[in-house]
């Protein structure tokens, strides 16, 4: 997935033109420090803010391309409108407004342990489940009581956020839900393609793993020759047994009697006359033709 940077920068290059940014101020505690960053690009400003720079650079970027997609210009759908990403987290089943997201977002802003939680065992029936799920940051807990895991989950997330901006006294301006959320959902496609890739190459490594063996067990398994001619409930046939049938179907095709050293691994030459050199002339050409020499 591109970042806003670098879709704007896109964008922009179409129009021939390239977007300005600036980081305009800094400010915060010396720890905790929020830098505002201004973009503009044709003739439109915006600022945003962020914990680092590159996430406030990111910030105005995708607010520029919002608004430029208000203006009336074409921008890549995904950043056209915040209506479009709520609807993306529709489709991939993610509440529009996750508690358990915010609250992620909300302690990394303010340096805060992360929220925990822990699920306890189903109280319910098979039909009526009651999951429960405790929230947890220092000596707070809350608790979120439903049919679902998914429901408890949010109950509880959404009492510790509210606790926490009551608590921080965290406003609007401080703390921008709808960015939180939109920061949270690009990590999760950011986690996602890389999970995928690593997943990708984990099934590559495993394919090529097994094309070596299979090609190691093919050089140690002895060749097997097995003759169409020969009856179908003959066994596989060594090398030599190979040897002797098919002089035996040779001499037979010639009406010519088997020669005594048939019982033999190879045979003997100058023992049998013409036919059983005629015969081993024709059994060294077919067995090389069968071995594919």
Do not use: W
């Not at 940077?5 to 600036?22: C, D, G, I, N, Y």
């Not at 002797?244 to 050293?261: F, G, K, S």
């Amino acid at each position: 997935m591109k970042s806003s940077v670098s879709v704007l920068h896109e964008f922009m290059a179409q129009l021939r033109q390239t977007p300005k940014f600036e980081c305009i101020s800094e400010f915060g505690k010396q720890h905790k420090p929020v830098f505002r960053y201004r973009c503009t690009a044709i003739n439109e400003v915006v600022t945003g803010t962020g914990r680092t720079k590159k996430e406030a650079k990111q910030l105005v970027a995708r607010l520029m391309l919002q608004q430029l997609a208000q203006k009336g210009y074409l921008v890549p759908g995904e950043y056209a409108t915040p209506a479009y990403m709520r609807e993306m987290m529709k489709k991939a089943g993610l509440p529009e407004r996750s508690y358990v997201r915010l609250n992620t977002e909300l302690c990394k802003d303010y340096n805060l342990n992360a929220v925990e939680y822990e699920v306890s065992p189903d109280t319910g029936t098979r039909d009526h489940p009651r999951f429960t799920v405790t929230a947890r940051i220092g000596l707070v807990e809350r608790v979120g009581v439903a049919s679902t895991k998914k429901q408890a989950y949010q109950l509880a997330a959404e009492q510790i956020y509210k606790h926490l901006r009551t608590k921080l006294g965290v406003t609007a301006a401080h703390f921008n839900e709808e960015d939180a959320l939109f920061r949270a959902y690009e990590k999760g496609l950011e986690r996602n393609a890389a999970l995928q890739e690593a997943l990708h190459n984990s099934r590559l490594i495993q394919i090529e793993k097994a094309r070596a063996a299979a090609k190691t067990a093919a050089k140690k398994k002895p060749v097997v020759v097995n003759e169409p001619m020969m009856r179908p409930e003959s066994p596989p046939q060594s090398a030599s047994d190979v040897v002797a049938e098919t002089i035996r179907l040779e001499l037979n095709q010639m009406d010519a009697p088997p020669p005594e050293y048939m019982n033999e691994t190879l045979p003997e030459p100058n023992v049998a006359g013409y036919a059983a050199a005629n015969a081993a002339v024709m059994f060294i050409e077919r067995t090389m033709e069968r071995l594919g020499l």
